[in-house]
């Protein structure tokens, strides 16, 4: 008898630690650099192990696991749902710094012109792989990892594994964060954007002025350059902007990680 209560026991520890194994593996499979497609999936697999070890004493470990291997599975389900959420949110603002960039290269003439990005291994514009780098280091330079692996740990204190699930409050924050992309990326394209406009109504008067002048060919290096020069002179107000979005992303993490307790 005391063999089965034993073994019972152990089961149930099991099954916490599976469930917490869950969340992190899907956290890790969205966050930022650690989900990068270059990240071999047994790496990823074997680190979330690692974190789960770590994370797994501090867990309360007296919950009442379901027997129903259907339940079992609802709640892995759940954990899964909620880790991808956490992920998604720690890189959506990548996602705008990138389509600033994006933005800026429509402008300078770069729109066709793509390089691979090793991380989503996917086409992105010149500009916006020099922003989305920039934005990485940032992310390194502020501690973001560390503040990343804090937020996985307070996931299961704000929202335990019994006591989530996706509420009104989530799916309206996550509506916000997506419309927050779009603001995001034109206030960083801002400053180069203004200025290519600006060089483009300039030459629109020189070719009413003086139409010996061949406006199109003069343009498109004018443009590439104007376009260099103001994203190299705006760099340090983007640099504090990247740190200040960086810096307030981990609100709207907590924030969302609250709106999953029920």
Known sequence: MQYLELLDMGLVQLQIFLLAFARITAIFMTAPILGSRNTPMMTKAGFAFLVTFIVFPILDRNMVMPREALNYGFLVA?????????????????????????IIDLQMGFGIVNVIDPISNSQVSIMGQFQFILGMLIFMAINGHHLLFQAVVESFRIAPMLRVGITADTAEKLVSIFYQIFVVAFKIAGPATLAL???????????????????????????????????????????????????????????????MRV
């Open 197 to 259: 406009f600006l060089t483009n109504v300039t030459l629109g008067f020189v070719a009413r002025t003086i139409p010996q002048m061949n406006v199109f060919i003069v343009g498109l290096p004018l443009n590439i350059i104007v376009g260099i020069a103001s994203v190299m002179i705006a760099l340090p107000v983007v640099v504090n902007m990247f740190n200040t979005l960086l810096t307030d992303m981990w609100t709207d993490i907590y924030y969302l990680i609250a709106s």
């Open 78 to 102: 759940q954990q899964i749902i909620v880790g991808v959420i956490i992920g998604y949110a720690s890189n959506i603002i990548f996602a705008a710094i990138q389509m600033a960039g994006q």
